[in-house]
């Protein structure tokens, strides 16, 4: 398991090397040609959307060059017949060779286990940046509910850190409508990042999308909605602050692009709080720390 880990993790052009190199030693394995409806997708793709705009200009693409990379495939179960393929990666390519009018197309055959498909689909995806935020989580969750990877694991894998790893997990606890907001591209995940754990999520980036809001823009937004609650929450008296405090606490807010709270204590005691809500944001700010220390 180790090894395949290690292969997979270098990449689709290893993949697509080591598949040509079988074929020259056995000719049972790698580049061939095969007749495009010998090829069907995987319900394992973690890809979904296809854009039609994209799939015209690479149609058209294909038309006066042809396709130029090869599709990974494996052989079919039986279900799609006895000669039949299942797409591992390049569907895309595929269905835009079947709008151009392709009669064959150039595969690369792979002997898969459902496992290593599904990471190999992950990796040339993720690569390629084909998918959205959404697939490409569903992908990493399915690998880990389904074969125990941890993050760590996973995060070599597919080359990602792992705070990578966990924040684009993390957009999965998003409300369905914040979701399709991002499969359809109208809100960033970056954008989305800041929602998780709001219990107004779908409003606020309802208004994310009808404003335009900066990424930077919404995270002061949530940091604001945070303090007001954490204030409202707040048991003993508040006591008002002086306009200097007031100043500072916008200085440094300004300064670290995070909400930032003094509290006074007594006599010349205090605190100072500050607010993040990513692993991303909280990296950051430990790294600017450290090179002030």
């Known amino acids: 398991m180790a090894a395949a880990k290690r292969r997979l993790g270098r ?6 090397n080591e598949a040509a190199d079988v074929a020259a030693a056995t000719g049972l394995e790698g ?21 039609p705009d994209e799939l015209k200009e690479l149609a058209d693409s294909i038309r006066m060059r042809g396709v130029v990379q090869p599709i990974i495939v494996r052989p079919a179960d039986g279900s799609a017949g006895p000669a039949g393929y299942e797409i591992i990666a390049g569907e895309r390519r595929w269905r835009a060779a079947q709008t151009a009018g392709l009669h064959d197309i150039p595969v690369i055959v792979r002997e898969l286990t459902d496992q290593q498909a ?16 959404i697939e490409e989580a569903a992908g990493y969750q399915k690998l880990i509910k389904t074969y125990n990877y941890t993050q760590e694991d996973l995060a070599g894998i597919v080359g990602k850190s792992r705070s990578h790893l966990t924040n684009t997990l993390r957009l999965l606890k998003l409300p369905a409508s914040v979701q399709d907001l991002i499969r359809n591209g109208a809100l960033s995940a970056g954008h989305a990042r800041a929602l998780v754990g709001l219990d107004d999520a779908e409003q606020v980036a309802r208004d994310i999308v009808r404003r335009g809001l900066s990424v930077r823009a919404v995270e002061a937004l949530v940091q604001r909605k945070a303090a007001r609650k954490s204030a409202k929450g707040t048991t003993h008296k508040r006591v008002s602050k002086d306009a200097d405090t007031c100043a500072a606490e916008r200085e440094l807010s300004d300064a670290l692009g995070l909400t930032v709270q003094i509290i006074s204590g007594e006599g010349e005691k205090g605190e100072l709080r500050v607010a993040y809500r990513s692993l991303e944001q909280f990296e950051e700010l430990r790294t600017r720390l450290l090179k002030k220390s």
């Open 31 to 51: 580049l061939r040609t095969v007749a495009i409806e010998a090829v069907s997708p995987s319900p394992l793709n973690p890809r979904a959307e296809f854009s």
């Open 118 to 133: 599904l990471e190999v689909a992950i990796i040339e995806n993720v690569q390629r940046t084909d998918l959205n935020a």
């Open 11 to 16: 990449g689709l052009a290893s993949l697509i």
